[in-house]
């Protein structure tokens, strides 16, 4: 099973940029779409941006739609998120996230994340904290 590790966080001033990592221990291709979630103290984890793996398919959350963009580098094996014009507000724990099974779509309504859901990510990333200051 693939392993996921983040990295890439930190401090910075608001408007300002970050880009984080998200490494996989195996091929991209083993998983079916990736993801970046957050979760802020005290609440709870939110979805920031899906890409269906090998595609050009991306779902982005209304707060972070066109200041974040997801992508694969496949030949690293690499998950990345580029987060420009970042707002206090997006002070969290981030963490990177793969589906690495074949859903079965059978009855199921396309959400703000396309087809997949929050509950089908499977493999888990540690974290990296990005931490936004006015």
């Known amino acids: 099973q693939v392993r996921l590790v983040e990295s890439g966080g930190g401090s910075v001033q608001a408007g300002g940029s970050l880009e984080l990592s998200c490494a996989a221990s195996?091929?991209?291709?083993?998983?079916?779409?990736m993801g970046w979630f957050r979760q802020a103290p005290g609440k709870e984890r939110v979805w920031v941006a899906v890409?269906?793996?090998?595609?050009?398919?991306?779902y982005y959350s209304d707060s972070v739609k066109g200041r974040f963009t997801i992508s694969q580098d496949m030949s690293k094996n690499t998950l990345l998120l580029q987060m420009n014009s970042l707002k206090t507000e997006d002070t969290a724990m981030y963490s990177c996230?793969?589906?690495?099974?074949?859903?079965?779509?059978?009855?199921?309504?396309?959400?703000?994340?396309?087809?997949?859901?929050?509950?089908?990510?499977?493999?888990w990333g540690q974290g990296t904290q990005v931490t936004v200051s006015s």
């Open positions: 890409i269906y793996t090998g595609s050009t398919n991306t």
């Open positions: 996230a793969a589906v690495s099974d074949i859903i079965n779509f059978r009855g199921r309504q396309p959400g703000p994340m396309g087809w997949i859901q929050e509950a089908d990510f499977d493999i």
């Open positions: 195996g091929h991209l291709y083993s998983t079916y779409a």
